[in-house]
């Protein structure tokens, strides 16, 4: 009997480290939450956009987000503004003149631009901002001063049901508006909009916000047909 347990241990044993080998992950390990934020980062930015734009003050330079794969791209209004003369340029280095599609304003701070690639692009998937709780973890993707690319982690520092943004120490700086706040599963929570800090937002101190991203699945619900919005939902 005894000999027979031995056996049926060490066949367990063997199974389970083959699982781990195959995976690669150890469960429950910081590695896994790792190798986790890595698949995300590698997996999301090709459909992650740097955007630029010719304002009256001077050059605005922010973040997009795919939506469609037809070449709609979400990101901030303060990014492009009324600009004529938009930039958008991915991950892969293409560069692609884009047009604005709708604007709202400063305090929802949402933008639509229209690009026209030859190939479909990578989308983004639209998550539930009504299920972001505080102390959730999140990861920001973006531009901050021109450094494109850069990914930061944090979590949900507070929600503001009044002003209706999300709060986070996940460090978003100038460059990253218009950029996805994402959760640990790779959905777009939010969209990053501004940072409040006693230097007049030169830098980033942890206080970050973020227009939930349920608001900006209605605006594209507005603006554009139901069709896009169940593209970006997949």
Known sequence: MQKYIITILSLLIMFTSVQKAESGIIPGSRYDEDEAITEIYEKITP????????????????????????????????????????????????????????????????????????????????????????????????????????LTTGIVSRIDYTKNKIQTDAAINPGNSGGPILNIKGEVIGISQSIYNPDNNISNIGIGFAVPVNEAKNFIKLTLSESYISKADR
């Not at 933008?111 to 690639?117: G, M």
């Open 47 to 150: 459909a992650i956009v740097a955007v630029e734009a010719d304002l009256k003050d001077g050059l605005s330079s922010g973040t997009g987000c795919v939506i469609d794969p037809k070449g709609i791209i979400l990101t901030s209004s303060h990014v492009i503004d009324s600009s004529k003369n938009i930039q958008v340029t991915m991950s892969t280095g293409e560069v692609f003149k884009g047009e604005t599609l709708s604007l709202l304003g400063k305090d929802k701070d949402l933008a639509l631009i229209k690009i026209n690639p030859k190939h479909p692009l990578p989308t983004l998937k639209l998550g539930d901002s009504e299920k972001v709780k505080v102390g959730q973890k999140v990861l920001a993707i973006g531009n901050p001063f021109g450094f494109t690319g850069t």
